[in-house]
């Protein structure tokens, strides 16, 4: 659900929603905010990294040490070496606040306490902390069930976030298990707060992500999507929009870039 939704939802029902515990700030878009794509990338490669540490009885404020085969890493994430420096610094400036209410506490945590590379050594070095380590492995089997070959590929930090959203909807189903349309409705409040953007009409959003990510997506990936504005007339002028239709397509084949 997205925030513009969880808002309307919340007006609607004039009733305060009991909250427990919460990430202040959503984890994936606290690394993009900061490193965009390379970010991104690099957290999916720590992902299949770290699940095959056994963390279950970790307590979260344990450090986890790994080390980690450059050359793998690089080849994975198809990012350069100084891409990838730079990187790993600014992931070290990224911090998770986690609020309980019910306890009144706040915590803080950076993303990437230690990192450490070696000039003609093959092998980084990086602390985490265990509960930091959960959630980027949590990024993986979680949250984004999207396929990670085909996001390696992309090379716009918006054509992630609609791939993550179309593996989500890829996977509506009801309470009995059975398949919905796959299908996500959205007005231009949703998509300005989904992208992190302030756009003011349909017309912009459409020309500067929607219409450069589904073009990516298409050469790029087996999941894209197809979409359609709906508008509304108000009695006067032209009719104004109302929100767009997204629906799912998946593809057997990548057609790959067009030169």
């Known amino acids: 659900m997205l925030p513009s939704e969880y808002k309307r939802q919340k007006r609607a029902s004039n009733k305060k929603p009991k909250v427990r515990q919460k990430i202040a700030n959503t984890f ?18 720590l992902s299949t990294i770290l699940s095959k540490i056994d963390m279950e009885n970790m307590k979260d404020d344990k450090i986890v040490g790994i080390k980690i085969d450059k050359k793998e890493m690089l080849k994975f994430t198809e990012l350069s070496v100084d891409t990838l420096v ?47 380590a959960k959630m980027i492995v949590a990024v993986k089997t979680k949250y984004t069930p999207m396929n990670i070959k085909d996001l390696m590929k992309l090379r716009n930090k918006h054509s ?26 959205m007005t231009l409040e949703d998509m300005n707060e989904f992208f992190g953007t302030k756009y003011r009409s349909w017309g912009e959003i459409e020309r500067s992500i929607i219409r450069p990510v589904k073009e990516e997506l298409d050469a790029n990936s087996k999941l894209s999507f197809i979409y359609e504005a709906d508008y509304e007339n108000l009695g006067k002028g032209r009719p104004a929009f109302k929100n767009v239709t997204i629906d799912v397509i998946q593809k057997n084949t990548v057609q790959g870039r067009l030169l």
């Open 28 to 45: 994936i878009e606290s690394a993009i905010t900061k490193s965009n794509l390379s970010a991104l990338k690099t957290l999916y490669f």
């Open 86 to 132: 730079k990187t790993t610094k600014s992931m070290q400036q990224t911090s998770i606040t986690f609020i309980d209410e019910k306890e009144g506490i706040i915590e803080g945590m950076s993303l990437l306490p230690r990192y450490k590379f070696v000039a003609g050594k093959n092998i980084v070095e990086l602390d985490l902390y265990a509960r930091i």
């Open 160 to 185: 992630i976030r609609v791939l993550a959203l179309l593996s989500r909807i890829n996977t509506y189903k009801d309470k009995e298990g059975n398949s919905l349309p796959k299908r996500k409705y």
